[in-house]
Structure formats: structure tokens, C-alpha cells
């Protein structure tokens, strides 16, 4: 199976909160989970991506957390801003160069 | 400035006419995809292509085709046999290859009416 699963659809949070995104794959030959976010009319861009053999990675405000043996993998957001307002898009890639992506996530982050 | 453009950002068509949207990249990447935003529906493959002279279809190809008959670029085609066209297109570029990045160009916005 190909698919991976992204909750929740839609997120609003405080300026200075934690939003959480959740996404989970089935596809255990996935080696590289990339985060992209995008702008309203914008081409998404990459965030943070990590591998299964890491399961933690940070980049400044965001963090992804990996748990291989469940298959899940999810990007917090430290001391959210209004600026992040944003569809965050995750994704598995495997052997071949396609990438798989989650549905999307909407955030609202409220000054 | 290095990237990938697409042309134009928006555009109109009348139901029953291909229409060809234009992708170009300077990053002198090999790899090069299509894909399909709908709302809601997250990002879907059309079509992708790893090297010159060659491409394979996505999830979608169903109504598209593509040629690459450059490096740099990797127009897509949209059908009349395409059922629902109107939507919101990428271009993506990458260095094939385990854990790389898909560049995103900006998008064009097909509207058919």
C-alpha cells in the first residue's frame, strides 16, 4: 500500500502554541519522510525531512518525531507564530522517486 | 537565480481544448514531476520523468500527457479527455536519488470552463 494518512485536516492554534500533525504510512519501504509547507498560491516547499533511523530530528522551531515500529511520524511546531499559517504536506518516498503525500494540513495561528 | 518556472500562473480554457502548460528549471536536476492540487486532496502524481526522452505515469495520467525531449524542460499537456481539469498544477525537479529534495515551481492555476 502506497498511502499515507495525515491528521488532522484543519488546526487552529494560539500564537506561541504547539501544533501537532500527525501522519502515518503503510509502506514499510519508505527510507525518507519529508515535511513540506505551503503558502496560499505558492509551490510547497521543503521544511524538514528525516530517515527511519533517527527518531528525532529539530530544525530550529520545528521537530519531527519518528516511531518506526508504528509507522507514524509527526511535525510539532514550537511557539507557534502567525506566520506559520500554512498547509503542511507530509510525505514517504521509497525505491523509486515518487513521492507519496498526505492530504494536507491546515494551520491557523491566531496573533 | 536558480529555480523552476512555470507559465503562465493563470490560465482560462474552454471545455473541449488541450491546453499546455510549460515547466522549465535551471537546477540542472535529471528528475522531473507533475502533479495535481485539488483542495482537500493533497498532492497527486501525474506524471514524472527521471531522465531525457523518458517518462512514466503517475496515479493520474488518465487525460495528460508529457514529453521531455530536454533536461529543463517538461511541458504537460491537458486533454480534452481530461474530465475535471480545473485545478492547481505543479512542476517539481529533483536530483534522482535516496532522500532528496522535490523542488516545487510556483504553480499554474488551469481553469476550463
Known amino acids: 500500500q502506497q498511502q499515507v494518512k495525515q491528521s488532522p485536516q484543519s488546526l487552529i492554534v494560539q500564537k506561541g502554541g504547539i501544533p501537532i500533525i500527525n501522519c502515518a504510512y503503510e509502506?514499510?519501504?519508505?527510507?525518507?519522510f519529508p515535511w513540506y509547507q505551503q503558502f496560499p498560491g505558492k509551490g510547497p516547499a521543503l521544511l524538514i525531512a528525516?530517515?527511519?533511523?533517527?527518531s528525532e530530528k529539530k530544525e530550529g522551531r520545528f521537530t519531527i518525531s519518528f516511531n518506526k515500529s508504528a509507522k507514524q511520524f509527526s511535525l510539532h511546531i514550537m511557539d507557534s507564530q502567525p506566520g506559520d499559517s500554512a498547509t503542511y504536506f507530509c510525505?514517504?518516498?521509497?525505491?523509486?522517486?515518487?513521492?507519496?503525500f498526505g492530504k494536507g494540513t491546515k494551520l491557523t495561528v491566531n496573533p | 537565480d536558480g529555480g523552476i518556472t512555470q507559465s503562465p500562473k493563470y490560465l482560462f480554457r474552454k471545455e473541449g481544448q488541450n491546453v499546455t502548460l510549460s515547466c522549465e528549471q535551471n537546477?540542472?536536476?535529471?528528475?522531473m514531476y507533475w502533479y495535481r492540487q485539488d483542495p482537500g486532496q493533497g498532492l497527486r502524481l501525474i506524471y514524472y520523468?527521471?531522465?531525457?526522452?523518458?517518462?512514466q505515469k503517475g496515479d493520474i495520467a488518465e487525460g495528460y500527457s508529457v514529453s521531455r525531449e530536454k533536461k529543463e524542460s517538461f511541458p504537460l499537456t491537458v486533454t480534452s479527455a481530461q474530465k475535471n481539469p480545473t485545478a492547481f498544477y505543479l512542476c517539481?525537479?529533483?536530483?534522482?536519488?535516496?532522500?532528496?529534495?522535490?523542488?516545487f515551481g510556483p504553480g499554474t492555476r488551469l481553469t476550463v470552463t
Open positions: 537546477l540542472n536536476h535529471d528528475a
Open positions: 517539481a525537479s529533483s536530483i534522482p536519488g535516496q532522500g532528496t529534495e522535490q523542488y
Open positions: 528525516i530517515r527511519p533511523d533517527v
Open positions: 510525505a514517504g518516498k521509497g525505491g523509486s522517486e515518487k513521492l507519496v
Open positions: 509502506n514499510t519501504a519508505f527510507d525518507y
Open positions: 520523468s527521471q531522465i531525457v526522452n523518458d517518462f
